[in-house]
């Protein structure tokens, strides 16, 4: 795991997009955005295999809210090949490292609420916490990956150094086990499948959750544990004030 330094190291998170979503050039970031990305505090790292070829990648803009300065992940990819064997935890770690370098203490970034594998990576094998949910965030997209469905997102926040961080990088449950989540927010776990053969039905699941969760959020909850079943999925909230979140 190391920055990407030349031009044809940034042009491979190119073909890494094509390759991992499928998305059309018109949806691809480009090149000049990466270049710029590392002249202006942001950065790119890379995941390099032994002989030198670029398996995966994640980069990172400097954004703002408020007075308080943080990363805003744009993308994170690892080729097919490599999925599963720690890569991208380890481009996560890298980024990480990289923020608390220069002085953040958060990372942001979007993902499916539909997709289990990034839910439970996000939140049960890093820490992150979700507060936000964004309907049709991208409007249509094209990666095969969306499978026809509107583009909602939730956001992810990783606080870097708080407790459950701390926790989930240790191997642990980030949540705090022994107490009822204040509420559970559950969706079929054969969405992919329903997408292919019903998309009507797999557009009202999609509302479904989109709806409960809003609601959830409006109360001031937070996704802070994700359970993946054979049937079901869940996520599980706690208040706002139960997510250890620093004070801002």
Known sequence: MRPCETLEELAACIDL?????????????????????????GNVLGAFAPEGRQVGFVASMPAWRGRR????????GVAAEHENRGVGKSLKLAQRDEAIRRGLSRIEWTFDPLKAKNAFFNIERLG???RRYLPDYYGPVESRLQQGLPSDRL????WLQSPRVIRALNGERPRVEGKEPAAQVPWTS????LAETNPERARDVQLALRQRLQDCFRDKLAITGFIRGESENRYWLDPETEAELPEE
């Open 17 to 41: 997009q094509k390759q991992i979503w499928g998305y059309p050039e018109a949806e691809v970031y480009p090149l000049r955005l990466f270049v710029n990305l590392t002249k202006i505090g």
């Open 69 to 76: 300065r943080y990363y805003h992940s744009l993308s994170l």
């Open 128 to 130: 992150a916490i979700v």
């Open 155 to 158: 956001v992810a926040e990783w």
């Open 190 to 193: 054969d969405i992919g499948e």
